[in-house]
């Protein structure tokens, strides 16, 4: 008989007082599948200390049992085919860092197109054709699949049309070259706030955009996901992905506010029927971690000054909630009395979050 999980993550505003009951309830059916947990290489690395890199894949990647990697590719108006290949080479291919990730299982490849948040100056149709010009001919030239990729990473100042005729503009480019296995993630807004609800309404309410999607995505920051974004997801047969999450600023050894924060936030997603979660950046360097203003963007940091790792505390809670929520596990609705769907979003948090799983 498969076995439930259902970890807690207690707010800093949880009082101690044993007479504070919250009573959960789990619903009998499952809302979704846990398909996918991964993370990002971040854009530039300076090449690290023998052993390091293989260290840090193994730990990130292996470690953390993770299936899926972003990866980044400049897609500004200025940038061409070419070197948007070229750029992509160099991060990912010469350093070896993709090859690592891969043998420490990552199967899926996720493209994040980064162009900045400003709306688009060129027409939504050559942006596309552009786009999927360069997955094509990382598949030709270097035998690379892009399995997924977003439109553009955080279109903050996109309209939800452009977010629309977007999506269709990239389907029909990548269906007229043969790729129509690679799927399409939209929006991937920064936070999940009302405008990243009209993207994501606008997508669902055009039956050419939402046929052309595998999933609607967004971004879990100071707001994580949502009752109303589950619920305009819910029913569409999509999945529901968070490509970005995570923390910023300076981050000390010992940081549990981080660590909770983020280990909140992946559980009140799996609550709200996300289907893939994606921590924001895997690994990079420092040339002096005490002065480094985002180190906490990162699990694992190495040192250049002091010639050591850093290892967030972030790490070793995704750690364990790997072990509660593995790829595969069916995530059951839970609710609390008092507490409701326990969301995790900007302003006062719930005195816990909670998601509930049956193992596999």
Partial sequence: ??????????????????????????????????QGFGSSLATELEPLPEGVLPDFSKRVFGDLKMNVVRLWAPIGERETVETMLATFARRYLESGRLELARQHGVTTLLLAPARGEEAPAEPMADYGRKLAEFILQLKDRHQVTIH????????????????????????????????????????ERANNDRASLEMIEAICEDPEALKGVRGLSTHSYSMAANTLIADAITGRNKEFWITEAG??????????????????????????????????????????????????????????????????????????????????????????????????????KPKLNAAAARLP
């Fill in 1 to 34: 008989m498969a076995a439930f999980c259902l970890p807690f993550v207690l707010s800093g505003q949880a009082s101690s007082a044993g007479s504070d009951e919250i009573l959960l309830t789990v619903e009998p059916e499952a809302a979704q599948i846990f």
């Fill in 148 to 187: 997924v990729t977003g439109l553009a990473n955080e279109p903050e100042r996109f309209s939800p049309q452009q977010v629309v005729d977007g999506v269709k503009a990239l389907r029909r480019e990548l269906d007229q070259r043969g790729l129509q296995e690679v799927g399409i993630v939209a929006p």
């Fill in 247 to 348: 923390n910023t600023g300076h981050e000390e050894a010992g940081d549990t506010q981080r660590a909770a924060s983020l280990a909140a936030r992946m559980l009140n997603d799996l609550n709200h029927r996300v289907t893939h979660w994606i921590q924001f950046i895997a690994y990079a360097d420092s040339g002096n971690l005490s002065l480094d203003k985002d180190n906490a963007t990162k699990l694992l940091v190495f040192d250049r000054k002091t010639g050591t790792t850093f290892e967030s505390l972030q790490y070793p809670y995704l750690r364990m909630l790997r072990v509660a929520f593995p790829t595969g596990c069916e995530v059951h609705p839970l609710t609390a009395e008092p507490g409701g769907d326990l969301l995790n979003s900007h302003g006062p």
